[in-house]
């Protein structure tokens, strides 16, 4: 072989046939005799379920089964996935709704079909009776005489942790700042909806589900759970997938009943989500309302009607505000509660980009009112290089304490500041002034907490014909898991890295797993790889020193052959090495009474989350007529430790960052009075296009986790987290001569136009 493949920027191998359309996705699953399932959704966001009647539905063209929620009342509600001691008689959905919707676009009852149109054209025949509630928004959450979301009433949870002594050092400072702000609703948007199809095999007793699910492990055991049949039985296949950004990492009711309706009717069964759907009932993310004296932060996350995976998005908030700084005085309180709209979970950043927004708009503010530089005063609170591992003194998301594993936070901001061209943009801005041009320069630096664990399983196994396969329990949704996987697995055993086949997302290949989330993948399933592929390496030296007669100290491995050293001529294939370990012959056993076959499963521990950092700069242009905003320069200097392939961890930054503008200026997710979606479509859900990111550079500065062997950390998501604030500040560095205050996200274009006059007036 040549130069090592870890660290190098092999092209992604998915990419060819994802580029030339012949990608296979959940909607590509054709199968025979296959039925088609449409869902009615509540059109209340609050109300009471007087009756439903589905014999006009059954007899419409096409339709052979109708599911209304008393047929699987006994199925009960999704389970609370993460749960938290702050939480108050969590409420989780019903698989259907037995008596009360609690948002507009909730499942109410499914129809089955022989194909799709049937199936929604059957919608209109079903028959439902609502007696309509009050809908509660985040407004009225905390009313105390208000409408209720549940009967225990709106608030989930509340919160509160506290580093040193706040009130204190609030009573001694100097300047103490007061600031609100607001951070609005957003979606996923992933480019491929929601989607399952499930077949099942009554001979073998087996059920075969494709999906799109961001968590195929988990899926696989809330499928058994519910249909009542051991694990084994279920298999989740993931193939290509269009995009997750977290919400597809959430059980929906139709991924129980879908799996039920192909077992109960012994045909395929398909489900494939529509926009429209997507908007209105998948998770959603973003909104807080912050109040921040200093850092003392108070603080109320909307919940949506449900919280099947706890407060975590809040917590994660919580932790995530002092980011790369010293903040020896830290107060947080965080309430959460339920209002009648979708329900929320983590979309990627997952509670950080808010924390990052709060922090870092409070330094420009500081720095402001005090009159110093905003990188003076950054660098005056950084964490240091030599004070890892730091603890912050916060309980982190997992329970555990919240402690920075390694980083250079100085670097970084150096890095960002000397690329952007801080110290000439005095003048860049005066001769903009001198054109009638608005123009701003804003940065942000952040933390993130990646690799949560407790662990994500890896299979390798060689073939007798001498391929090489990674089994793994995640799904890939874009992070290129069939590239970085191989190239760990490649070097490990000395094989090119054609002869590595990753399979990704198949419960059939590894029996545990937890999923493709939270910035972890690299670190467990690459961690464990680069174990499982060890332990292999290891088996097939012993294998071969047996058959060859020679000391395992006396053999190589190169280009997928074990030689004997000074003696070229002797040697084996490693498929060679396979086929004798796999192939059962009498008289013979493996030494060491060691298992059959070359391969080896790992499920490699962590004890505490990797933590992965950076500092970004924008450069923004303010049209003061008509609000607009345009990014001019972005620069990203990123901290995510070892790179497997540095390739790819730029793909994932420019796609964070793309992200991240999306959620500056465009995307909003509205509900009028009544909790009626207004945002409904892609026309007034606004998506960034390319004219709105510009060319970015990217940069990095490697400082190695020493909590894993490979020295990663999580790259998928640290895009996304500081982008609204680096551009927040540069907008409000443009429009400082008008004194506009810049306290809410996204900044759309009528909501920046709107204070932008408002400052003009007299």
Request: glycine share 10%.
């Amino acid at each position: 072989m040549g130069e090592r493949l870890f660290g190098a920027s092999v092209r992604r191998r998915e990419d060819e046939r994802l580029v030339t359309g012949r990608g296979r996705y959940v909607a590509d699953v054709a199968l025979p005799e296959t039925l088609h399932v449409a869902v009615l959704r509540s059109p209340h966001a609050h109300a009471r379920l007087v009756k439903i009647d589905g014999e006009g539905a059954r007899q419409r063209p096409g339709v052979v089964h109708v599911v209304v929620p008393a047929d699987v009342a006994a199925l009960g509600r999704l389970p609370l996935l993460v749960p938290h001691t702050s939480l108050v008689a969590p409420a989780c959905p019903e698989i259907l709704p037995q008596e009360t919707v609690s948002y507009a676009g909730q499942a109410v009852a499914l129809v089955v079909a022989t194909s799709a149109v049937q199936a929604e054209d059957a919608l209109d025949a079903l028959k439902v009776e609502y007696e309509p509630l009050p809908a509660v928004a985040m407004a009225d959450a905390l009313q105390p005489d208000g409408p209720r979301v549940h009967p225990g009433g709106n608030v989930a949870a509340r919160f509160t942790q506290r580093v040193g002594d706040p009130t204190r050092a609030l009573a001694q400072a100097d300047v103490v700042l007061h600031e609100r702000f607001t951070l609005h609703r957003g979606a996923g948007m992933a480019i491929e909806t929601r989607g399952l199809v499930a077949r099942w095999d009554a001979e073998l007793g087996q059920l075969t589900v494709w999906s799109t699910t961001q968590a195929p492990q988990m899926l696989r055991r809330l499928v058994a759970r519910y249909l009542k049949l051991p694990e084994h039985s279920v298999r989740i296949v993931t193939q290509d997938i269009g995009g997750g950004f977290g919400p597809k990492a959430i059980v929906y009711a139709e991924d129980i009943l879908v799996p039920l309706l192909a077992r109960a009717l012994g045909r395929p069964v398909r489900f494939i989500e529509t926009r429209r759907e997507h908007f209105l009932a998948v998770t959603q993310e973003r909104d807080q309302w912050h109040e921040v004296v200093a850092l003392r932060d108070t603080f109320v996350h909307d919940c949506g009607a449900f919280v099947s995976w706890g407060i975590i998005v809040p917590v994660i908030t919580s932790v995530s505000v002092p980011g790369p700084y010293r903040v020896p005085n830290y107060e947080v309180t965080l309430t959460a509660v339920y209002t009648n709209r979708v329900p929320v979970t983590p979309v990627r950043g997952a509670g950080r980009p808010q924390a990052v927004f709060v922090m870092e708009r409070m330094l420009d503010l500081a720095a402001e009112r005090l009159g110093l530089d905003r990188v003076a005063i950054r660098e005056h609170n950084l964490i240091q290089p030599d004070e890892f591992p730091y603890d912050v003194g916060l309980v982190s998301r997992d329970n555990s304490p919240r402690r920075y594993d390694s980083g250079n936070y100085p670097e970084c901001l150096r890095r960002v500041v000397e690329a952007v061209g801080w110290s000439g943009f005095a003048k860049e801005r005066e001769r903009a002034l001198a054109e009638g041009r608005a123009i701003g320069l804003g940065m942000a630096l952040f933390v993130e907490d990646t690799g949560l664990g407790p662990y994500e399983g890896i299979r390798v196994r060689v073939d007798p014909d001498g391929r090489v396969f990674v089994f793994s329990g995640t799904s890939s949704q874009g992070q290129a898991h069939e590239t970085t996987f191989a190239q760990i697995v490649a070097d490990a055993l000395s094989v090119p890295l054609e002869h590595v086949t990753v399979v990704p997302g198949d419960t059939a290949g590894v029996t545990y797993g937890v999923g493709t989330f939270a910035s972890r993948v690299a670190v467990l399933a690459g961690s464990s790889a680069a174990h499982a592929a060890a332990e292999v390496r290891k088996k097939a030296l012993a294998v071969a020193a047996d058959h060859l007669e020679a000391a395992v100290e006396d053999l190589t491995i190169e280009d997928g052959r074990i030689r004997v050293r000074g003696a070229p001529s002797l040697g084996l294939a490693l498929g060679e090495v396979a086929a004798i370990a796999t192939a059962p012959r009498p008289g013979y056993a493996l030494p060491g009474g060691m298992d059959p076959g070359l391969d080896a499963s790992a499920y490699v521990h962590v004890t505490q989350s990797t933590y992965s950092s950076g500092a970004h700069a924008a450069v923004v242009e303010v049209d003061l007529d008509t609000g607009s905003v345009r990014v001019l320069r972005y620069v990203a200097v990123d901290d995510c430790g070892t790179m497997i392939n540095p390739m790819v961890v730029d793909g994932q930054i420019h796609g964070g960052v793309a992200h991240g503008i999306g959620n500056a200026f465009l995307e909003e997710i509205v509900y009028d009075d009544a909790g009626q979606l207004v945002t409904g479509t892609l026309m007034e859900y606004a998506l960034p296009r390319a004219a709105d990111v510009p060319s970015l550079e990217v940069g990095h500065v490697v400082t190695p986790s020493p909590l894993n062997p490979l020295g990663v950390k999580g790259a998928g998501e640290g895009g996304t987290l500081p982008a609204p604030a680096a551009i927040a500040n540069a907008v409000a560095d443009a429009l400082r001569p008008l004194g506009v205050e810049l306290t809410e996200m996204p900044l759309t274009r009528e909501r920046l136009w709107r204070r932008i006059q408002a400052a003009r007036s007299p």
